[in-house]
């Protein structure tokens, strides 16, 4: 079996073209190709004129030898081996079923360890209601919302699952999310992305081969301590769906909590256990007309059913040296409300698989660091996280509508009044305002700066019209918890920090990788 790669492909090229050109680099006859198989594809846009894609194919031909060609490279079939280990003692427990913690609880479950896990919010068809509640009456549930329950944070997002990791393991994480029922094109795409709406079923999916291999789950149900005897966990405290406290006994936690668990983090600090505050980042949603995007990125192409919905990446520094970048970007998606706690507003951006809104959206972020936070401790991050939302929540009228002002205003340091051909998508609508008032002074110059060169690169990001929706204050976790080579706690023997929550990860895979790795620590400990 070979891998060829750099294979052109037009928009309407077939399987059949595949083979022809994978025939031609093999110099053979397209009847001696006796297998082909998509490994990736990507869309070619340099030229507007001549949009097409990059292809890699596996092909499997008679006879072994292939001609010279740095192009053509014999194929390296994956496949994922667990780790050798015995029964662990007791059974290990799993604290958020997010990314990080479904893939660490899945490991574990198929190295026979049948884990528990402890989920504060509800599972994703309970979930799914309790997100649509809020965002029709604007009453939160604090415990089961975007940020917390089955999927974690990511369920509600474009399900994006590109990454800039190199790490093997993402295959293994590609690989079971279409075995779950995810779009079989995830294991070939540049960018590959499930989108919200087939996203649950792949969690639920995921979530009954750990009940099938014995694992056990347990929604509406949250940490409230950790039992440590000698420097070394004993058990997990947590409060059960109807109210009670109880405990489990084990010697191995993955704490896979999410970015926005911060009550669990201030329980961590009171515990003396190594936090510390991180840099991350804060800033708007933006939104613009996705026919625009989809022109300046595919030119005369631009509709193309094959292509889709254009999307964008674009990083700016500034003269300071503060870093202005876009981020969890959603084609043909809307800005959704993401709160996790009363009083207090978040925004966030999704997607469907089909990417067909009218919009597209994006997060527009600048970089802050502790220096940034205003305050000393751990936590500082999550106060000033806390300060803006509450801003925010005051400036849209304290009822959960977001405010929002148009690029032209922003720019123009004036107050939107209303809004022109760009509709905000964002649910429980929006205020228009001043949005100055609401974000740190150095954050709105540093996006004024960042939006002026980014029309600079992409012209028309800086549309007049386009509307900008506050606040973006969830796009990593405030903290790290620190953690050794081997994964666990620097601090304690057996708790293993995990996922973006602990500072490791940002995104679906990288999370789920990390879930991955701490799995096989356990597995290597046991």
Avoid at 120 to 140: D, H, N
């Amino acid at each position: 079996m070979y891998r060829i790669s750099e294979i052109r492909l037009e928009l309407d090229g077939t399987e059949e073209d595949l083979k022809r050109e994978a025939a031609k680099r093999l110099k053979v006859r397209p009847g001696e190709i006796r297998s082909l198989k998509l490994v990736r594809k990507s869309v070619d846009a340099r030229r507007k004129s001549d949009v097409h894609f990059i292809c890699t194919v596996e092909a499997g031909r008679l006879g072994n030898r292939a001609p010279h060609d740095r192009r053509i490279t014999k194929a390296v079939p994956y496949r994922y081996e667990l780790p050798p280990c015995r029964k662990t003692e007791t059974r290990p427990v799993v604290v958020g079923f997010g990314p990080a913690g479904m893939f660490a609880a899945l490991i574990l479950a198929q190295a026979g360890q049948k884990p528990v896990v402890l989920e504060r919010g509800s599972c994703v068809e309970k979930r799914r209601k309790q997100v649509a509640q809020f965002w029709k009456t604007g009453i939160l549930n604090p415990r089961s919302n975007i940020q917390f329950g089955e999927g974690g944070a990511g369920t509600f997002s474009d399900g994006k699952l590109n990454t800039g990791t190199k790490d093997p393991r993402i295959r293994k994480v590609l690989e079971e999310f279409a075995a779950a029922g995810a779009p079989e094109e995830i294991l070939y795409m540049a960018k590959p992305h499930i989108g919200t709406d087939r996203l649950p079923g792949a969690v639920r999916n995921i979530r009954q081969k750990i009940l099938s291999l014995g694992g056990e789950i347990r929604f509406d149900t949250q940490m409230t301590g950790l039992t440590v005897k000698n420097s070394r966990i004993a058990g997990v405290k947590f409060q059960a769906p109807d109210g009670t406290g109880r405990e489990l006994e084990t010697q191995n936690v993955v704490l896979a909590v999410g970015h926005s668990a911060r009550d669990t983090f201030h329980q961590l600090v009171l515990m003396g256990l190594p936090v510390e505050p991180k840099p991350f980042s804060v800033g708007v949603r933006i939104e613009h007309l996705q026919k625009w995007l989809d022109t300046v990125q595919y030119g005369a192409f631009a509709g193309c059913p094959a292509l889709g919905a254009a999307d964008y990446r674009m990083a700016v520094h500034l003269k300071g040296g503060r870093g202005v970048y876009t981020f969890c970007m959603c084609p043909g998606g809307t800005v959704v409300a993401a709160a996790s706690e009363e009083g207090r507003l978040v925004t966030n951006g999704m997607s469907s698989f089909a990417r067909d809104g009218a919009n597209a959206n994006s997060a527009l972020l600048v970089s802050v660091g502790p220096e940034d936070f205003g305050g000393d401790g751990p936590l500082a991050g999550v106060e000033f996280q806390r300060r803006l939302e509450e801003r925010a929540f005051a400036l849209g009228g304290g009822t959960y509508r977001a405010p929002a002002q148009r690029v032209e205003d922003f720019l123009a340091r004036r107050p939107s009044t209303g809004f022109g051909s760009v509709t905000p998508t964002y649910p429980l609508g929006v205020r228009p305002c001043a949005l100055d008032v609401c974000l740190p002074e150095f954050v709105a110059e540093s996006l004024r700066e960042g939006i002026r060169q980014m029309d600079a690169r992409m012209h028309g990001f800086a549309d007049p019209d386009a509307v900008l929706t506050a606040v973006e204050s969830r796009s990593s976790s405030p903290v790290r918890l620190l953690r050794g080579k081997n994964m666990q706690s620097v601090s304690l023997e057996g708790l293993y920090p995990c996922g973006e929550g602990a500072g490791y990860a940002g995104g679906i895979v990288s999370a789920a990788v990390d879930g991955i790795k701490c799995a096989e620590k356990i597995l290597q400990s046991a």
